[in-house]
């Protein structure tokens, strides 16, 4: 089985960056698209954006389209989710994991990691 670890979450300003790391342990990592996904006080998890088994192609919730980039390095077993333009409403935990689906909820992924948190103040 693998396990995944989020890091990189912190607190900053309304307008800077983060970039969050995924660490895989265990084997075929590289079988799997990768997900992230935010969840907020009192909210259900919300998909933010996705990329494929290979890191070639992505995709995102139209709330971060063009703000946030997902990556994926599998010779580290290490995606990325670098988070640009933040704004208070990015403030949530963060958490990553393995699709397993063809959709994009919760329940088309698994393995999730324990959550980074971020927070955005304005």
């Known amino acids: 089985q693998i396990q995944l670890v989020e890091s990189g979450g912190g607190m900053v300003q309304a307008g800077g960056s983060l970039r969050l790391s995924c660490a895989a342990s265990g084997s075929s990592f590289s079988s799997y698209a990768m997900g992230w996904f935010r969840q907020a006080p009192g909210k259900e998890r919300e998909f933010v954006g996705a990329t494929s088994w290979s890191g070639d192609s992505s995709y995102y919730a139209p709330s971060v389209r063009g703000r946030f980039t997902i990556s994926r390095d599998n010779s580290k077993n290490t995606a990325y989710l670098q988070m640009n333009s933040l704004e208070p409403a990015d403030t949530a935990v963060y958490y990553c994991?393995?699709?397993?689906?063809?959709?994009?909820?919760?329940?088309?992924?698994?393995?999730w990691g324990q959550g980074t948190q971020v927070t955005v103040s304005s």
């Open positions: 994991a393995l699709r397993l689906g063809l959709g994009s909820r919760a329940a088309d992924f698994g393995s």
